[in-house]
């Protein structure tokens, strides 16, 4: 499958941006979808995932109840709705696909899009 993602830029801290994956190749409802992100000098940390009908859904702690993801799977689309937003949010940010049933959702994703940046200024 592959994933192109957009939808990141400059925001001031405690604004919104909404990040965009659309995926190709494959029956989208096949895989589970995450999104990651790595921000300079650190590495890739997972950020939230959501299970092929979007009735699960996970995230980290320090995301949650600020950010939120959804899929549509008629569009072939899976979003990250990012609100009040903190420069510790500033990285490069991947959407990833992982087929449904292989395990956990926070690790060990197959395919991987291009990264979109998001800067978050103080």
């Known amino acids: 499958v592959q994933l192109q993602a957009s939808g990141g830029g400059l925001v001031q801290a405690g604004g919104s941006l909404r990040l965009s994956c659309a995926a190709s190749?494959?029956?989208?409802?096949?895989?589970?979808m995450g999104w990651f992100r790595q921000a300079p000098g650190k590495e890739r940390e997972f950020v939230a995932a959501i299970s092929w009908s979007g009735g699960c859904t996970y995230y980290a702690d320090s995301v949650k109840g600020r950010f939120t993801i959804s899929r549509d799977n008629a569009k072939s689309t899976v979003y990250l709705q990012m609100n009040s937003l903190k420069p510790e949010d500033t990285a490069v940010y991947y959407c990833?696909?992982?087929?449904?049933?292989?395990?956990?959702?926070?690790?060990?994703?197959?395919?991987w899009g291009q990264g979109t940046l998001v800067t978050v200024s103080s």
């Open positions: 190749g494959r029956t989208f409802t096949s895989y589970a």
């Open positions: 990833a696909a992982v087929p449904q049933g292989s395990g956990s959702y926070y690790a060990n994703y197959d395919y």
